[in-house]
């Protein structure tokens, strides 16, 4: 099976991820120096076109599969979310922030999960994680897309 990558970020607040949305952007949160130059640095492997999902931590859910369409950048965004944010880059929403999927749906629904005990174990959720690519397969993609994205007649 052809396996390509997905990038998940998660978010603290959902306000963050429907201003991202809105805004065709994301970034991460910024933090030490020496930090975020490692996040840079992998960041700098994300290529334009890769496939994105966001995790809203407050409301516990996948949220907006989305495709990348700019590399990182090594900057501050002090404009754009209520807090400070570095490393943005714009996306390509590919559904609403709206709509999403729990934890447990995840692990029932989508194949990458299947027979796993703990979905963190395939997607880490956590900050540290920010530019690490995961393995997904063109199935589990197809799946992400049918329960978050965009229904036909949906306005993005």
């Known amino acids: 099976m052809d396996q390509k990558k997905l990038f998940i970020f998660p978010s ?50 996948f949220t907006v599969p989305f495709i990348t369409r700019s590399k990182a950048k090594y900057e501050v ?39 796993v005990s703990n979905v963190t174990q395939v997607a880490p959720l956590g900050g540290r994680y920010a530019f690490v690519a995961r393995p997904i397969s063109e199935d589990d993609w197809n799946q992400i897309i049918r329960m978050l994205g965009y229904k036909e007649g949906e306005v993005c």
């Open 77 to 115: 965004v002090r404009d754009v979310w209520p807090e400070p944010w570095a490393l943005p880059f714009e996306i390509e929403p590919l559904g609403p922030s709206s709509r999403g999927e729990n934890l447990r749906a995840a692990k029932e629904f989508w194949p990458m999960f299947k027979g």
């Open 12 to 61: 603290a607040t959902h306000l963050n991820i429907e201003i991202g949305v809105k805004c065709r952007k994301w970034a991460v949160s910024d933090i030490d120096e020496v930090t975020m130059r490692g996040r840079f640095t992998k960041s700098q492997k994300m290529e334009i076109g890769s496939r994105g999902l966001l995790y809203s931590h407050e409301n516990g859910q």
